[in-house]
């Protein structure tokens, strides 16, 4: 009798402890999405406080509803310039993605194309975008194509080495039935190593993406110094030439908000792609 | 009962004369191999970990080719689609379904998904996993997975199939469960199958004839017949036969591996 008092007790107490599990699972989910929510809202009354408590004028920092003004107010312009960016950000992205990939499976193929040109790319990588700009500027005259240029620069270095580690990163045992069974070079990389490259290629993508946005904020910089451009990084200048700190926030908050999207919708590609076979897309259920 | 059972086998498929590996760090893996494989031979090289069972099953898959000595194929030219491998692991694909899995082999060679269809769905029936075929690698267990990869192995209907240590890794029941299956298919059918163990159990109750392995440098030790009738089934564990035949087994690879003594009432029995 005492035995089976103590099962049931255990069962209880297993329950409750699966209970508080579920629980506390719950909370999480709620929290990951609320937490970072309320600490922005007590930010921006802070924000707002401030400004009001130490009189800071509003051409030094604006107060947030002045900003949020001044996003509907001058949402015209903001938004085309918006459009502007995110157009040389994603031309520049399909770029990374062609060029990245591409260029990757020629260093598959064979192992002295990728000696002889994987140093390039590190070069092109590590020098900062800022100081080969001008040289860009000098040899493209089309404006589109400096901005270009210089975004893909910047984006498909995470692209090229991701997925050529992930092709180089194919079970040999894999490799092995292929050769048994005949497989050509195409089917190989066509059957196996793309696939397999997958995971790998949309991290690598996640990253290229924000860079991409990046890369185009920046080089519409260096270019809007000669006054040229129309994206969002000239409004900022010209923001901030004419001392309107409020359009400068604005444009600002969307560039932010921008990448914070870019990264979301990938990172929901990503995850949708590989819902099915790979552990870092794997939900709680095992 | 053996004039019966060795009636089944045919005559010699391959002959390994004197074949030799050396890799390039001068690790000698195989040195004068010494073998014959029979049509129909269900053959176990058993052995110590590194001794080269492994090289020698690659060597006769044709995925490297041996520094001395030759391979000497016998009957019809042996073509690619001849030879099915079954790894260790299951090697699967895990972003193909089961049915993808195992229709690879064909589709490499050129086969479209429809006209594969009736073959795989054969061979799938035949590893009892008629209704995964939409299943995903991770959906299934390691059983499970291990079967799609017997499958695999299997749908080009080859006329050999090597296995290096398929089952090595999965738990006692489910591995029993799969000798038993794999007997039922190659009864059936009768392919020749090289099969790589660890296990003097698993190698006894499976095949006809064994191999026995010694290490450094890998070469072959012994052999002996596996006197016992097929079918076999579950009740063959545990008869008097299978314990005969696995203490001569179990004693022949002690002696491989230099290890004398305990076994001394071993040896007065063969
Ligand atoms: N690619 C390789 N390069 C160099 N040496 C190798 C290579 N493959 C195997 N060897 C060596 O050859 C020897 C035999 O290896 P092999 O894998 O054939 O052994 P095995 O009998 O299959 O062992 P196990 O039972 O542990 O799988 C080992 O000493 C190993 O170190
Ligand atoms: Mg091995």
Redesign the pocket.
Known sequence: MSSTEMQGHEAVMIDAEEMRRARQRKMEKTGKWLLPILIMCVAIFMWDRICVWNEIPRYILPRPGEVLATLIEDRGLLFSSLVNTLKITFLSLALAVAGGVGLSVLFTQSKWVEMSFFPFAVVLQVTPIVAIFPLINIYVDNQTTKLLLCAWIVAFFPILSNTTLGLNSVDRNLLDLFKLNGASRWQTLWHLRLPASMPYFLGGLKIAGGLALIGAVVAEFVAGASGLSSGLASRIIEAGYRLNAPRLFAALILISFTGILIFLVLSFISNRILRRWHESALTQER | MQPADKAKTGGPQLILRSVG?V???D????RDVDMTINQGDFLS?L????????????LIAGL?SPTSGILDWRGPVMGKADIGFVF?EPTLMPWASVFDNVWLPLRLQGVSRADAKPQVEEVLSQVNLTGFENAVPRELSGGMKMRVSIARGLVTRPRVLLM??PFAALDEITRFQLNSDLLTLWERERFTVIF?T?SVFESVFLSNRIVV?A??P?RVFGEMDVDAPYPRDETFRTSEDYAHLTRKASSLLRSAMGIEGEGGDDHVLH
């Open positions: 590996k890799f390039g760090n690790v000698v893996a195989l090289l052995g110590p970990s590194g001794c080269g069972k492994s090289t020698a099953l690659r490297s260790q290096d240590e790589v660890h392995m290490a450094h890998g």
